[in-house]
C-alpha cells in the first residue's frame, strides 16, 4: 500500500473530541502514516503537542493564525520558543497574512482597526519566522488576500527559513513566485472539486519535489466526502486525483511527497 503524511489537519479541534483513537486507526488503515496537527493559537498549540506525546503517528506544528491576530500577546516569541523545543515540533505556523476579513467589515470597527489589525499580523508573522530561524525550523503559511505583503515579509528570511504555502489555490504564476522564493505548496482535498480546475492547473504544473498533500481537516473533505467532516485518512482519495494529474503512479506520488516532507520537517521521523 502507498504510504502518505497529512502534512496540515487540526486534530486538536472540538471535532474530534469523542473519536480521535478511530480517525488515527483509519488513516493508519488508509497508508497515511504521519500527521501533523497545527496549532492555531499557544493553546491549540498545546493541544497538538499533547496529542503528538499521545498518539506516534501524530506530529506537531506550533503558532498562531493570523485571523487570531488580535487575540495574541505582542511578543509571541518566548512562549513560542518553549513549545518549539520539544521533538515532536517540527514546524512554526500556521502562520501568515490574511485580509480576507477585515473589521471595518462589521458597522462598529473603522478603518483605523483594519490598519491595527494588519499591524499585528505582520507582527507574530515576523516573529514566528525569527522563532522558526532560530531553531531550524520552517513555516507552514496561510494567505488569502495577502499574497504582494506575504511574499514581500519572506524574501528577508530567505535562507534562514521556508515555508510551505498550505491549501495552495492561487495562479501558477504565483505558484513560481513561491518556488522562487525557496518555499513549497500543498495540496488538499480542493483538487477533487468539481469548479477546482485553477488548483488542477497548479497541481500540473507543480514539480514533484516541490509540493506535499495534506487535508487541512476538520474542513475540505474530498469528494466524495465532501461536506462531510474530513480526516486524515482521505489523503488517500487526494493522493489519487493528484496521481491522474500529474500522470504518474501513486507509488511515485508516495515516494516523492513522503521525501519532500521529510526535507521540509527535518523532525519528522
Ligand atoms: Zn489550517
Redesign the pocket.
Known amino acids: 500500500m502507498a504510504v502518505f503524511f497529512d502534512t ?1 489537519a ?1 486534530l486538536d479541534y472540538p471535532d474530534y473530541a469523542a473519536d480521535l483513537p478511530e480517525i488515527i486507526a483509519r488513516a493508519k488503515a488508509a497508508g497515511i502514516s504521519q500527521i501533523i496537527s ?1 496549532g492555531t493559537s499557544l493553546e491549540s498549540s498545546e493541544r497538538a503537542i499533547r496529542l503528538a506525546e499521545k498518539f506516534p503517528s501524530i506530529y506537531a506544528a506550533v503558532g498562531w493564525h493570523p485571523t487570531e491576530a488580535l487575540a495574541a500577546p505582542d511578543d509571541l516569541r518566548p512562549a513560542l520558543r518553549e513549545l518549539a523545543r520539544h521533538p515532536k515540533v517540527v514546524a512554526i505556523g ?1 502562520t501568515g497574512l490574511d485580509y480576507h476579513h477585515l473589521p471595518s467589515a462589521k458597522p462598529e470597527f473603522t478603518a483605523d482597526d483594519d490598519v491595527r489589525y494588519k499591524q499585528k499580523q505582520a507582527n507574530i508573522f515576523r516573529q514566528q519566522m525569527e522563532v522558526a530561524a532560530e531553531f531550524g525550523l520552517n513555516c507552514v503559511i ?1 494567505q488569502r488576500t495577502a499574497w504582494e505583503d506575504t511574499i514581500a515579509q519572506m524574501k528577508p528570511f530567505i535562507g534562514r527559513t521556508r515555508g510551505v504555502f ?1 491549501c495552495f489555490g492561487e495562479t501558477v504564476e504565483r505558484m513560481r513566485q513561491v518556488f522562487e522564493i525557496g518555499s513549497l505548496v500543498s495540496f488538499t482535498g480542493i483538487v477533487t472539486f468539481k469548479n477546482a480546475q485553477n488548483v488542477r492547473a497548479a497541481v500540473a504544473e507543480a514539480p514533484l519535489g516541490q509540493f506535499m498533500l495534506e487535508t ?1 481537516c476538520p474542513y475540505l473533505a474530498p469528494v466524495p466526502y465532501r461536506g462531510k467532516r474530513c480526516e486524515p485518512a482521505y489523503v488517500k482519495e487526494i493522493s489519487e486525483t493528484v496521481a491522474q494529474i500529474k500522470l504518474c503512479s501513486v507509488e511515485d506520488l508516495s515516494a516523492a511527497t513522503c521525501k519532500t516532507a521529510k526535507e521540509f520537517f527535518p523532525k519528522l521521523a
Do not use: F, K
Open positions: 496540515h487540526h497545527i500556521e496561510h498550505h487541512d
